[in-house]
């Protein structure tokens, strides 16, 4: 069974530009959550979607914004980037809604803002 | 709101050593999930174990074993015999379940360093 895929692993952007960042579920599972890695904040909850419809948002400005697909699939957008964007994203998966945790993570897009 | 402290940055072990990485949390909930992940530097995080408030039965996998006392508000993970591919970063993580859903709040995690 394929895992969680993230799209792109690696890229590079620069101050003022967008970026979307792509998941894709393992097959089956119909909840997704994403989270942003940095060395000074760890691991902070962004928002997570369940059929299509965003069920939690954690504490991110308007700049970031997530959407889900009839196939579950998802994809987070952070406009105007600034210098702090720069992270692991991480985009977790689970079968049910509010699984409370049994998430299964993919590798994440590690994203660059120069 | 919710916290989780890992005091403990960074530990280093030689293999086959035993090591315990602690976990303390905060919150008003009564009911909630206590977690600890795995990530290894692939990047991605891997699920170790699920506790809920209301079972305070410890628990052990294989070299792995979990402690957990609400008295205290910890939830302490301890590997036996070491091994090299134990290193990573370990993350202890709590979710309560009153809307919670799939929401974390992770600690700032342990690098754990087993050596030869």
């Known amino acids: 069974k394929a895992g969680v895929t993230q799209t792109p692993r690696y890229l590079i952007k620069t101050r003022g530009q967008q970026v979307t960042l792509s998941c894709s579920p393992i097959?089956?599972?119909?909840?997704v959550s994403w989270y942003q890695q940095t060395p000074g904040q760890g691991l902070q909850f962004l928002f997570e979607y369940f059929s299509e419809t965003q069920r939690n948002k954690g504490n991110f400005p308007g700049r970031f914004s997530g959407r889900q697909f009839s196939n579950s699939r998802s994809e987070m957008n952070v406009s105007t980037l600034e210098l702090g964007d720069s992270a692991l994203y991480l985009c977790?998966?689970?079968?049910?809604?509010?699984?409370?945790?049994?998430?299964?993570f993919g590798e994440g897009s590690r994203l660059t803002v120069l | 709101a919710q916290k989780v402290t890992q005091a403990q940055t960074e530990i280093s072990v030689v293999e086959k050593e035993d090591v315990t990485l602690d976990c303390v949390y905060e919150?008003?909930?009564?009911?909630?999930?206590l977690f600890w992940y795995k990530q290894p530097p692939s990047g991605e995080l891997v699920f170790l174990i699920r506790?809920?408030?209301?079972?305070?039965q410890n628990e052990i996998s294989g070299r792995y074993s979990w402690n957990f006392q609400k008295s205290t508000s910890s939830f302490n993970f301890t590997i036996t015999a070491s091994q090299v591919v134990d290193s990573a970063v370990y993350f202890c993580a709590l979710a309560i379940l009153t809307g919670g859903g799939n929401k974390l709040t992770f600690g700032t995690g342990t690098q754990l360093k087993v050596e030869l």
């Open positions: 097959s089956g599972h119909r909840s």
């Open positions: 919150t008003r909930d009564t009911t909630y999930y």
């Open positions: 977790a998966s689970s079968f049910r809604d509010r699984d409370t945790g049994e998430l299964f």
């Open positions: 506790r809920n408030s209301f079972d305070e």
